[in-house]
């Protein structure tokens, strides 16, 4: 009897001594994250952004207008150069203009994103639709085929 009550007693030891590490190791779990998450919050963003957090930067902002529905090609080239931008649709004017707010520091950046942009469209505008071409193509071989008549004569041999 004696001997089941002490190997009662370490069971309980143990147990307890267990729990605290464990209790330990999920603190210091928890502070962990705690404290990367302090440190995920204090990243400042970058690329596009809401028009509130471009303003909490402090850094000045400017803007330009679009009239382009086209806005997402001009993503890719602010992303390119590495432009801090927001987008804000006007729907008081139809068509809808786009006003697009960057930091007042990368105006330089801004405007080669913006020469490059402006160069994309005019080069999509300029190139003709491969479905026209096409069509064009398949115009002119019918009429060649068209044009060709061929004769066939057979001789008869007696």
Do not use: C, W
Request: charge should be positive; avoid cysteine.
């Amino acid at each position: 009897m004696q001997e089941e009550v002490e190997n009662k007693t370490v069971a309980l030891a143990i147990n307890g001594t267990k729990l605290t590490a464990h209790t330990l190791k999920s603190a210091i779990l928890k502070y962990l994250a705690a404290r990367n998450n302090k440190q995920m919050q204090d990243v400042i963003p970058h690329g596009k952004q809401s028009l509130k957090q471009l303003a909490e930067q402090n850094q000045g902002l400017s803007n330009i207008e679009i009239t382009d529905k086209n806005i997402k090609s001009f993503e890719s080239v602010a992303r390119k150069y590495g432009v801090d931008f927001a987008v804000k649709r006007d729907k008081s004017v139809t068509p809808p203009k786009y006003l697009v707010f960057f930091k007042g520091r990368d105006a330089d950046a801004i405007t080669a994103a913006f020469t490059e942009f402006t160069a994309k469209t005019m080069q999509k505008a300029e190139r003709p639709s491969v479905l026209v071409q096409l069509k064009k193509f398949t115009e002119l071989v019918k009429n060649t085929i068209t044009d060709k008549v061929k004769i066939k004569e057979k001789e008869q041999t007696r």
